[in-house]
């Protein structure tokens, strides 16, 4: 009986770890603390939140919601929000008509850059 109580908890224990809202797993070579490094670069060097708000929601005719699944440029993966940040977005490709310089108009470097894709790929990935 008491094995049957300890298999009964850990299933249930297992249920909990996977339940929905928990992040989905994690790109190639991102970690939890890329992550919290590009959450710091994108409300201080890396100046994104001027235009996506500071928690990534958007702002109206400027920068898109970086927080649901919908993507104007690219798919969500890693990759290409990588590419999208560092290449930037056209006002024709833009869903605000507002032009996003390479990097945002910033000066971070490749480290940063990839913790700010990291920091952005968590957003709608929770």
């Keep these: 009986m008491r094995k049957f109580a300890v298999h009964t908890t850990l299933v249930a224990g ?4 996977v339940a929905p809202g928990a992040m989905a797993q ?8 890329m992550i919290d490094q590009g959450k710091q670069i994108y409300s201080g060097a890396g ?8 928690e990534g929601g958007g702002m ?3 920068g898109a919601d970086l927080t649901d ?5 690219g798919d969500g993966s890693f990759e290409s929000i990588l590419e999208t940040i560092r290449e930037g977005v056209s006002a024709d490709k833009s869903a605000s008509g507002s032009v996003m310089p390479p990097k945002g108009g910033s000066q971070i470097d490749d ?16």
């Design 14 to 17: 297992l249920a909990l770890a």
């Design 26 to 33: 994690m790109p190639e070579g991102v970690t939890q603390e």
């Design 47 to 54: 100046i994104c939140m001027a235009c996506h708000g500071p």
């Design 60 to 62: 109206p005719n400027l």
């Design 69 to 73: 699944s919908e993507w104007a440029i």
């Design 111 to 126: 480290d940063q850059l990839r913790a700010v894709a990291a920091y952005v790929w968590s957003l709608s990935n929770k």
